[in-house]
């Protein structure tokens, strides 16, 4: 007898695909997921959801640990898949600043859920302390 929760998916049925950036993915979580990983882009993504406009030393500051190579190119990557724009200013010395697109504010619930899994996960199963203030880890974040 099966089981009530029990879905026959039809084998015969083509999957509904979706590509981004030549790439062909099977489901749009995947694609999501792909989007938006990498061990800056969150970062950084996180960072524009909490301060909203942030000039790019100050992304720099707050993401201890990443290179002036890996920030640019994060930041490359987000503004070429319309999840961050990037704004110039006309003033000398050159002024630019970071902040989600509209694309990228609807990630904003996706993040702040995300947060509230992260921090109820480590209270769970952390290997203690260090949850709390960023900085409280001296193994994650050095002072």
């Not at 590509?19 to 524009?48: F, M, S």
């Not at 290179?67 to 990037?86: C, N, Y």
């Amino acid at each position: 007898m099966e089981s009530p929760d029990f879905v026959d998916i039809a084998l015969d049925d083509p999957p509904t695909t979706y590509q981004l950036h030549d790439r062909v993915y099977y489901c749009p979580v995947n694609l999501a997921i792909e989007a938006i990983t990498g061990k800056w882009k969150t970062l950084i993504l996180w960072q524009l959801t909490l301060h909203g406009s942030v000039r790019y030393g100050g992304l720099k500051r707050a993401i201890p640990g990443i290179t002036h190579k890996m920030l640019v190119q994060s930041l490359r990557q987000l503004e070429t898949d319309d999840l961050i724009e990037r704004h110039v200013f006309d003033v000398v010395p050159p002024h630019v600043e970071y902040r989600l697109s509209p694309e990228g504010r609807r990630l904003e619930p996706v993040l702040r859920a995300l947060e509230q899994f992260g921090e109820r996960y480590a209270a769970t199963h952390g290997d203690g302390p260090g949850i709390g203030a960023v900085g409280e880890r001296s193994d994650i974040w050095p002072a």
